[in-house]
T-cell receptor, first 114, second 111 residues
Framework: DQQVKQNSPSLSVQEGRISILNCDYTNSMFDYFLWYKKYPAEGPTFLIS?????DKNEDGRFTVFLNKSAKHLSLHIVPSQPGDSAVYFC?????????????FGQGTTLQVKP | ETGVTQSPTHLIKTRGQQVTLRCSSQ?????VSWYQQALGQGPQFIFQ???????GRGNFPPRFSGLQFPNYSSELNVNALELDDSALYLC??????????FGSGTQLSVL
């Protein structure tokens, strides 16, 4: 049962344009959502997060939008740069008792062309 | 401030063997989590340690076990290795369950 889904395995955009990465989830009990970026041979790096009580969070070129009614999350990168080329994972936090664990999507590979 | 470090970076084992992976937490972080990332998939939660005790576990069999030490470093042990255990193993540290900071991982190959 895939509770967090990234339905686009890959995305290619031109440098300077907007990149939009999407994520859908099924569990309405998720309370916190995060985006991670991963380069080859490195661990995932935290990018931006959003609490379930908000619908938007912005940090520089990165904005995350949360639509709770649609159970949909998106990451906007504006403007996109070649250094943004990486695999992007969305993740949702679920609690079991006192333990918070992250449930990850399968990832979307972003390629930003110069 | 040092980040999360994992060792070794790569490991090759034979089916049936046992393996121990190590992780040093980021300074000030008291919670360690381990994730398994199979090729083409997102990381999957194995378990979490807080104050040297396991306080949460994902859908992994008991042959996956771990330890957390007083300095918050951690080990992941896998017994009776199977071919499907081949994956990237990621350690992450955090303060309680806030955002996780990951190490670069250990790439395990089981032949």
């Amino acid at each position: 049962d895939q509770q967090v889904k990234q339905n686009s395995p890959s995305l290619s955009v031109q440098e300077g344009r907007i990149s939009i990465l999407n994520c859908d989830y099924t569990n309405s009990m998720f309370d916190y959502f995060l985006w991670y970026k991963k380069y080859p041979a490195e661990g995932p790096t935290f990018l931006i997060s959003i609490s379930s009580i908000k619908d938007k969070n912005e940090d520089g070129r990165f904005t995350v939008f949360l639509n709770k009614s649609a159970k949909h999350l998106s990451l906007h990168i504006v403007p996109s740069q070649p250094g943004d080329s990486a695999v992007y994972f969305c993740a949702a936090r679920a609690f079991s008792g006192n333990t918070g664990k992250l449930i990850f999507g399968q990832g979307t590979t972003l390629q930003v062309k110069p | 401030e040092t980040g999360v470090t994992q060792s070794p970076t790569h490991l090759i084992k034979t089916r049936g063997q046992q393996v121990t992976l190590r992780c040093s937490s980021q300074s000030g972080h008291n919670t360690v989590s381990w994730y398994q990332q199979a090729l083409g998939q997102g990381p999957q939660f194995i378990f979490q340690y807080y104050r040297e005790e396991e306080n949460g576990r994902g859908n992994f069999p008991p042959r996956f076990s771990g330890l957390q030490f007083p300095n918050y470093s951690s080990e992941l042990n896998v017994n009776a290795l199977e071919l499907d255990d081949s994956a990237l193993y990621l350690c992450a540290s955090s303060v309680h369950s806030e955002k996780l900071f990951f190490g670069s991982g250990t790439q395990l190959s089981v032949l």
